[in-house]
Nanobody, 124 residues
Framework: QVQLVESGGGLVQTGGSLRLSCAAS????????MAWFRQAPGKEREFVAR????????YYADSVKGRFTISRDNAKNTMYLQMNSLKPEDTAVYYC?????????????????WGQGTQVTVSS
């Protein structure tokens, strides 16, 4: 079992920045990957970015590449998402998730463990 708790969401103006955190607990994450997804009202949950826990290998959705940065602090068991140059279309509930493989997986249904989500709202 893995427990995930997100924090850091809020309201920001277009062009602003936010940093989300995801604290993990419950078991060692060696061999796991962690990811951020987001879901806007009326839309499907969408992959944002992913990082392998041990090697720190990252992958981004095209819609956030160059604006968002995913990272992790192994000592704190915490993953981060630095979001810069935010746009109104980034408005969504952001979720962190983890999966027990380092293979690249962008399909939400493949992820076993999820946080409760944190709201990000970007005003125009």
């Amino acid at each position: 079992q893995v427990q995930l708790v997100e924090s850091g969401g809020g309201l920001v103006q277009t062009g602003g920045s936010l940093r989300l955190s995801c604290a993990a607990s419950g078991r060692p994450l060696s061999g796991y990957a962690m990811a951020w997804f987001r879901q806007a009202p009326g839309k499907e949950r969408e992959f944002v970015a992913r990082i392998t826990w041990s090697g720190g290998v990252t992958y981004y959705a095209d819609s956030v590449k160059g604006r968002f940065t995913i990272s992790r602090d192994n000592a704190k068991n915490t993953m981060y998402l630095q979001m810069n140059s935010l746009k109104p279309e980034d408005t969504a509930v952001y979720y962190c998730a983890t999966i027990n493989t380092i293979a690249l997986v962008t399909k939400a249904s493949r992820y076993a463990y999820w946080g409760q989500g944190t709201q990000v709202t970007v005003s125009s």
